[in-house]
């Protein structure tokens, strides 16, 4: 089931609701109580299928965060909501934090994905969907799968690449990042800005 789909009504619904016995005796075991098929065609249990309502949750409520103040001003909900978007992803993902004039969140969007190694990331739609939303400023975020939070030289020549074509429309890039199991690198911490 397509999380994202339902309201947050539905959700925290769905996580308060009482689980369905489905024993023939009338007990319930965590083990045996199977819901839906989930995305890789194997059955959800009803504790996986709770945590990822809970993940959605999550999402939702840092992601509203992020919309309502400047995400550099709580930089802790910016690396959380990044290590949950990006948990469990077994292939590379190119993400833009598209703000405003006062860093707050427009929209964030998922515009490339790729291999377990690699992604192809095209400056050219970075700026289109910056001019789109009417973004002043953004941030980029990228996973590794392997689980080395490292930049790579690739990682560095793509930033100042990104830099560059958005400076001609003036539009800030003002950090990328790499997100790898529980860490997340900030190419700004590290002076690569």
Not at 87 to 95: P, Q, S, T
Request: hydrophobic share 40%; proline share 4%; charged share 25%.
């Amino acid at each position: 089931m397509n999380m994202s789909a339902l309201s947050r009504a539905d959700l925290v619904s769905e996580l308060l609701s009482p689980p369905v016995c489905t024993s023939s005796e009338h007990r319930w075991h965590v083990s045996d109580a199977v819901g839906t098929t989930g995305t890789e065609g194997k059955p959800d249990t009803v504790l996986t299928r709770r945590l990822k309502v809970a993940r959605e949750l999550l999402l939702r409520d840092l992601h509203e965060q992020m919309r309502s103040a400047p995400i550099m001003s709580s930089p802790q909900v910016l690396r959380d909501w990044l290590r949950l978007h990006c948990a469990g992803l077994e292939y590379e993902v190119f993400m833009v934090l598209y703000l405003d004039a006062h860093h707050r969140l427009i929209e964030a969007e998922e515009l490339f994905r790729g291999t377990l190694t690699q992604t192809s990331v095209y400056p050219r739609e970075v700026v289109k969907g910056a001019l789109i939303r009417n973004a002043a400023a953004l941030a980029v975020a990228h996973n590794h799968p392997s689980g080395e939070a490292e930049q790579s030289r690739a990682d560095e020549v793509l930033t100042q690449t990104l830099k560059s074509a958005l400076s001609l429309v003036d539009v800030r890039i003002i950090d990328h990042f790499v997100v790898a199991g529980d860490q997340v690198l900030s190419f700004a911490e590290r002076g690569l800005m």
